[in-house]
């Protein structure tokens, strides 16, 4: 493989450390997580004790004050775990980030620093059961009624869902005004009328919550609109492409590790009297693949220049995401064949990743809504 100039001396040792993260405290209980469709809380506290939560967070409200490069380490870890639980960089990337970036002092000073520790999980809920990647069909609305707001409605597939402490809610404050009626709001667990629904069960990411949230005449503060009234939409487009591009670096991430192992895998098979790997067809199938998983290497290693120059443009994020996530299915199959019977056992990190790879050409967009948003730059 190339060798990546991205990251520094200091970047591989925090590596090792967010390495030996996940083989100590999330691998050994892969099995029960899925088994339950969640993980412990106590794993959330201990990502959050060793300072790997919210990292990119400003230090004087709980995080680390890092660049975005240490999040990429978090999540690269994460997919060469085969670690399809832990929800951290929707939380610490997603969750935490719009907190930071639009709201008031009050509300970064409550909410931020509990998020950092892991003492709350964050969600945000904006898929409902009929509006996915199209966010301004979303009906769940929220009325205003003095200095509250009265929020009903329902969302699904939300992600920490099951866990969740607090959730942004994406909801219409004017049916009427299209993009400019939607608006985010910061709701707690607890809060009356506001209900979580059964955990999915769902084809891959066994080990992560994924759950329905019902929302019957929830009254919420004025002081918890996130962002100002009808300001969401915009809100949600400036964050959209970073959101993207963690897609694309996990599904790189996944790439590698799995065309690793079916390397040695069919090193170590054999049939016919010889090993799998010395079949031509083997040999060039995995020459195709790596090649592919090279390529998407280099252009994501560049998004992410980009991205840390503040040059990242929504139609590259676009272009990444839905590229990634194709290869992403197209590599994991390839691999998955070569492995033969013994890559359709779920004890084999080609099986999981088949089933988990899935839900990336859908989630953050469909891959369509992003040959939608690139076309829109011809």
């Known amino acids: ?111 931020l620093p509990k998020l950092a520790s892991g003492e709350m999980i964050g969600a945000i809920a904006m898929t409902e059961p009929a509006a996915g990647s199209d966010l301004q069909g979303i009906k769940t609305k929220a009325v205003k009624d003095g200095d509250h707001y009265i929020i009903n409605g329902s969302k699904t597939f939300i992600t920490n869902g099951y866990m969740c402490d607090l959730v942004i809610v994406v909801a219409k404050t004017d049916p009427d005004a299209g993009a400019k009626g939607t608006s985010l709001f910061l709701l707690e667990t607890g809060t009356p009328g506001f209900e979580k629904g059964r955990n999915l069960d769902k084809l891959g990411l066994k080990a992560q919550d994924t759950a329905e949230l019902f929302f019957d005449d929830v009254r919420v503060p004025a002081t918890n609109l996130l962002g100002g009234e009808g300001k969401g939409f915009f809100c949600l487009m400036q964050e959209l492409a970073w959101e993207r591009m963690q897609i694309a670096i996990g599904a790189t991430a996944t790439m590698e590790i799995v065309l690793e192992e079916t390397i040695e895998y069919t090193k170590d098979r054999s049939a016919f009297g010889k090993n799998v790997i010395q079949f031509q067809n083997t040999k060039f199938k995995l020459a195709e693949l790596k090649t592919e998983a090279q390529i998407a290497r280099v252009f994501v290693d560049r998004c992410l220049e980009e991205l840390l120059r503040g040059e990242l443009e929504v139609e590259t994020a676009a272009m990444a995401k839905y590229w990634c ?54």
């Open 1 to 111: 493989m190339i060798e990546r100039k991205i990251f520094s001396e200091e970047h591989n040792i925090f590596r090792e450390s967010v390495r030996r993260f996940y083989e100590e405290h999330i691998t050994p209980h892969r099995e029960e997580w899925e088994k339950q469709g969640h993980i412990s809380r106590e794993a959330w506290m201990e990502a959050g004790s060793q300072g790997l939560l919210c990292m990119t967070i400003p230090e004087e409200y709980g995080g680390l004050g890092a660049e975005k490069l240490y999040s990429v380490i978090m999540m690269e870890e994460q997919a060469r775990a085969g670690a399809s639980g832990p929800g951290f960089s929707l939380h610490s990337e997603i969750v935490a980030p719009y907190i930071l970036n639009y709201g008031t002092e009050e509300q970064k000073k409550k909410y």
């Open 325 to 378: 996530s194709d290869l992403e299915n197209k590599l994991i199959d390839e691999c998955l064949q070569l492995h033969g019977g013994y890559g359709f056992m779920w004890e084999f990190r080609v099986a999981r990743a088949y089933a988990d790879a899935r839900v990336q050409r859908i989630y953050g967009g469909t891959n369509e809504i992003m040959k939608e948003i690139i076309s829109r730059s011809l």
